[in-house]
Structures are given as structure tokens and as C-alpha cells.
């Protein structure tokens, strides 16, 4: 069973910038497409960013594109997501997804694509 573990969230001031972390566990970590999502208070959970299993094809939100970074590094079975300029209505708590995929290039934006899914970690930007 594959587990996916967030770390770097935390309290940021507008303006600045936070990089987090989703390492896996339990398979074959090129294979497998990932994404990053949110859910805010009172709202529903968004799409943010998307890679495949390479890292190569990437795909943003608008909220997202611009100032946020997909990566991964597929010898530390570790994906990132590197948020700069971060404003106060980025505050949430962020997931890291991952599926199955066997061919190059396929990324996933829907949540409902996914079959596995971290705990969450906070993000909280301050005014």
C-alpha cells in the first residue's frame, strides 16, 4: 500500500514563500503521477499542480501558475512544490495525490483520478 507523507507547511507572511514536500512509499515512484490540491476553510478542494511520473510534463491551476513550482526527485521517491510569493487567500491545508500511470506525459488535474492521498499540512499566509 503506497503511503504519501506532506511536510513544510507552516505560518508565512504575505509575500513570502514556503516549499513542501510529499514522500512515498511502497512502489515504483516513476510510474506514478502526482498532484497537489488544497482545501480551504468553507471551501472545496482545488486543483493546484500536476506531474507526471517524470516530472517532466507539468500542468498548473491559474491560481498557480506563475508563482508555484511541481517537481520531483524520483531517487528520493520525494515530490515538492515550491510556493513563492504566497498570499493570504493561499491559506489551506494542502494534499499530495498519486495514481498509477504507465505512460510518459499523463498528468491528472481531477481529484477523483487519484487513488492515493496524503494527510494534509497547513499553510497559513498572514496579512
Known amino acids: 500500500q503506497v503511503q504519501l507523507v506532506e511536510s513544510g507547511g507552516g505560518l508565512v507572511q504575505a509575500g513570502g514563500s514556503l516549499r513542501l514536500s510529499c514522500a512515498a512509499s511502497g512502489r515504483s515512484f516513476s510510474s506514478y503521477a502526482m498532484g497537489w490540491f488544497r482545501q480551504g476553510p468553507g471551501k472545496e478542494r482545488e486543483f493546484i499542480a500536476a506531474?507526471?511520473?517524470?516530472?517532466?510534463?507539468?500542468y498548473y491551476s491559474d491560481s498557480a501558475k506563475g508563482r508555484f513550482t511541481i517537481s520531483r526527485d524520483n531517487a528520493k521517491n520525494t515530490m515538492y512544490l515550491q510556493m513563492n510569493t504566497l498570499k493570504p487567500e493561499d491559506t489551506a491545508v494542502y494534499y499530495c495525490?498519486?495514481?498509477?500511470?504507465?505512460?510518459?506525459?499523463?498528468?491528472?488535474?481531477?481529484?477523483?483520478?487519484?487513488?492515493?492521498w496524503g494527510q494534509g499540512t497547513q499553510v497559513t499566509v498572514s496579512s
Open positions: 506531474t507526471d511520473g517524470s516530472g517532466i510534463s507539468t
Open positions: 495525490a498519486g495514481r498509477n500511470s504507465y505512460y510518459a506525459g499523463n498528468y491528472f488535474v481531477g481529484a477523483s483520478a487519484y487513488h492515493d
